[in-house]
């Protein structure tokens, strides 16, 4: 089946603008996660959903942050006000949590450039 | 102290060699153990997924985690140029869902 798609792939905006990135699961995995991955660096975690649960937000770098998601389909990113710093590549994996299973599969990513 | 430390290379080897990659990590309550290869402009793909101590073999890769030490490896046999990739290793709590990576391990394997 397919695997974890997001969009666009590539996103280039001026400093001060709002993004939206957007990422679809694979189809029936309960579970998505955006991770952060700047330039030689490792991806660091930014927010998890699972089912209907309360999101964890503990990874969001700043209220400029925020992601939604809509039952167990599509989650969209929002980064308002975009500062240079936020320029790296954004990531969405989702896994089928069960059985102690947690292997989190990736999207291709949206490289995002704040000029 | 980062919570996984990875040495980010570049390793260069030839062809056909045994290459070795490596973790450490500084928290004990980490269960989940896994390897990630990314390629250039591309998303992580996962590698392995090792629960607890011990080994695990898939094909030439070949996955062990040694607890008492903190101390995770990625060993890949006969190494081919299409092997040339960064190497993520991560790692994760039960119960809490957010994989911790390392900063990657860049390998390149010339013909």
């Known amino acids: 089946g397919a695997g974890v798609s997001q969009s666009p792939s590539n996103k280039v905006t001026e400093k001060g603008k709002d993004v939206e990135l957007r990422c679809d699961p694979i189809s029936g995995h309960t579970a998505l996660y955006w991770y952060r991955q700047r330039l030689g660096q490792g991806l660091e975690f930014l927010i998890y959903f699972q089912g209907n649960s309360a999101p964890d937000k503990s990874g969001l770098p700043s209220d400029r942050f925020s992601a939604e998601r809509t039952g167990e389909s599509v989650s969209t990113l929002t980064i308002q006000r975009t500062q240079q710093e936020d320029s790296a590549v954004y990531l969405c994996?989702?896994?089928?949590?069960?059985?102690?299973?947690?292997?989190?599969?990736f999207g291709p990513g949206t490289r995002l450039t704040v000029t | 102290q980062k919570e996984v430390e990875q040495d980010p290379g570049p390793l260069s080897v030839p062809e056909g060699a045994i290459v070795s990659l490596n973790c450490t990590y500084s928290n004990s309550a980490f269960q989940y153990f896994m390897w990630y290869r990314q390629y250039s402009r591309k998303g992580p793909e996962l590698l392995m997924y090792?629960?607890?101590?011990g080994n695990k073999e898939d094909g030439r890769f070949t996955a062990q985690v040694d607890k008492s030490s903190k101390y995770i490896s990625l060993f890949i046999r006969d190494s081919q140029p299409s092997d040339s990739a960064t190497y993520l290793c991560?790692?994760?709590?039960?119960?809490?869902?957010?994989?911790?990576f390392g900063t990657g391990t860049r390998l390149l394997v010339s013909p």
């Open positions: 994996a989702s896994s089928l949590v069960r059985d102690s299973t947690y292997e989190q599969y």
């Open positions: 991560a790692v994760m709590n039960t119960g809490f869902q957010k994989l911790v």
């Open positions: 090792t629960y607890s101590s």
